[in-house]
């Protein structure tokens, strides 16, 4: 099944979504996890995996790093490209799968990065083999997915995971986190239909084990060194956007070095 379509259609209210402050999780949650764990990326080469419309490629551009972007949705990097026309960060983009990345010649690159987006990657083995061989010796790959462990998702038709409540669906009613069927891997459809979204629209991501991922990493020779599962600053109280991140992790981030 070819999966483009979908984040072509989900291009424009995915650009709104996440240009507008609307994407609660990377502002709040993610991105500044990961980027505590970049460090200082004045002067480095990076490569973003997945980039989409490019909001991440703009922010480390702005620390200083020299970025590539790389997609295969054409229509998330025409996005990318217009913004790019606007501020001249001199970001490069390029319609591209991550399983064949042939347009980058092998140790290129310090750091790639991938956000939330190896999930949605259904031949991710062969985008990490491409990592590898576009990272230099000692490069860095830091990808931040949603926890395998902790994923709510619907599968021909059952709902696999998710909160259980005691009355009405809320945090404060909150009871337990169900988990599930965690060694089934497969392919499932995630609706986006939150009321912030200008329209709605469905992608396709993969579930998959820590242990995949891990074992996909060491197969071409990554040695895993560092691991985050990120937690919501002090200042998140009960009915923020991201409480239920303050009881179990929502997302993980993996950093891996090429020896």
Avoid at 129 to 157: A, S, T
Avoid at 203 to 217: G, N, P, Q, S, V
Avoid at 231 to 259: C, M, N, Y
Wanted: hydrophobic share 40%; glycine share 6%; net charge negative.
């Amino acid at each position: 099944m070819n999966t483009t379509p979908h984040w072509d259609d989900a291009a424009k209210p995915w650009g709104d979504f996440v240009r507008t402050g609307k994407d609660y999780y990377r502002d709040h949650l993610n991105n500044p996890a990961m980027f505590a764990l970049l460090g200082d990326i004045q002067g480095k080469k990076i490569l973003d995996l997945a980039c989409g419309e490019g909001y991440n490629c703009r922010i480390m551009a702005k620390k200083g790093a020299s970025v590539y972007g790389i997609d295969f949705s054409e229509k998330m990097i025409d996005l990318a490209i217009q913004e790019e026309e606007k501020g001249r960060l001199g970001i490069m983009y390029s319609v591209l799968d991550a399983g064949n990345l042939h347009l980058l010649e092998k140790d290129t690159f310090d750091i790639v990065t991938c956000f939330m987006a190896l999930q949605d990657i259904e031949n991710y083995k062969d985008a990490i083999k491409e990592v590898y061989r576009v990272l230099k010796k000692n490069g860095h790959f830091i990808f931040v997915m949603p926890h395998p462990c902790f994923e709510k998702r619907v599968v021909h038709g059952e709902i696999i995971g998710g909160w259980e409540f005691k009355g009405e669906p809320s945090m404060e009613n909150a009871l337990y986190y169900k988990v599930d069927k965690y060694f089934d891997t497969h392919r499932y459809t995630i609706s986006w239909n939150m009321e912030r979204l200008r329209y709605p629209f469905l992608t396709t991501a993969f579930h998959r084990t820590l242990t995949d991922y891990a074992d996909a990493l060491f197969e071409v020779g990554f040695l895993i060194s560092r691991l985050k599962e990120p937690t919501p600053p002090e200042s998140v109280r009960k009915g923020d956007h991201i409480e239920d991140a303050l009881r179990i992790p929502q997302s993980i981030i993996i950093e891996a070095v090429k020896l």
